[in-house]
């Protein structure tokens, strides 16, 4: 049974460009959540989805947003980049609210 | 505000020493309590988690927890442990309330031979 899939593994973008990256959770998993990864923060919740709705939001501006499709994948944008966004983004999936996540391996992302 | 708490951020322990890792957590109601850990240069895995029974929940690889609801703390812990346990833990604490998850700011465990 293949993991959670998330492209591309890195990007390099420059301040102001925008950025769109993907998640495919494992097969049957209709939950996705998104999560930012920085050494001096930890895991800071992004969004989650549950049946293509968002079912929570962190505390993160407007410049980051996101959606899930009918087959339950999910893409993450964010809009006007900064370079407080470098960071390590984490998707995760389950199979309903509340159970144990399974996360892919990250998007590297790094804002010069 | 919900906030989880992990005091250390680094814990040096020899190997076959019992091992400790402290979370505390400030959420309304019941939470679910949970441990992830991140190898290097892997994804992060689920290691256990509280819902609900026993105050001692056993876990992945030999680990458990302890949740104590009067000092709001879960505790991860291991009675002997490995120079492969050396990794960076996370605890995460889901408010039943508000239905997000937060997590600790990480800790990193060193178990040195």
């Known amino acids: 049974k293949a993991g959670v899939t998330q492209t591309p593994r890195y990007l390099i973008k420059t301040r102001g460009q925008q950025v769109t990256l993907s998640c495919s959770p494992i097969?049957?998993?209709?939950?996705v959540s998104w999560y930012q990864q920085t050494p001096g923060q930890g895991l800071q919740f992004l969004f989650e989805?549950?049946?293509?709705?968002?079912?929570n939001k962190g505390n993160f501006p407007g410049r980051f947003s996101g959606r899930q499709f009918s087959n339950s994948r999910s893409e993450m944008n964010v809009s006007t980049l900064e370079l407080g966004d470098s960071a390590l983004y984490l998707c995760?999936?389950?199979?309903?609210?509340?159970?144990?996540?399974?996360f892919g391996s990250g998007t590297q992302l790094s804002v010069l | 505000a919900q906030s989880v708490a992990q005091p250390e951020d680094q814990v040096n322990v020899a190997e076959g020493n019992p091992l400790t890792v402290k979370c505390t957590y400030s959420?309304?109601?019941?939470?679910?309590l949970f441990w992830y850990v991140q190898y290097p240069n892997r994804g992060l895995q689920f290691l256990l988690k509280?819902?609900?029974?026993?105050?001692l929940v056993k876990g992945s690889y030999g680990f458990e927890a302890e949740f104590n609801k009067s000092q709001t703390s879960f505790h991860l812990k291991k009675p002997s442990a490995l120079v492969s346990d050396s990794a960076l833990y996370f605890c995460a604490v889901r408010d039943r309330d508000t239905d997000k998850l937060i997590f600790g700011t990480g800790t990193r465990l060193q178990v040195f031979p």
């Open positions: 959420v309304s109601g019941n939470p679910y």
């Open positions: 097969s049957g998993h209709r939950s």
């Open positions: 989805y549950f049946s293509e709705t968002q079912r």
């Open positions: 509280y819902i609900t029974g026993d105050n």
């Open positions: 995760a999936s389950s199979l309903v609210i509340n159970e144990k996540l399974f």
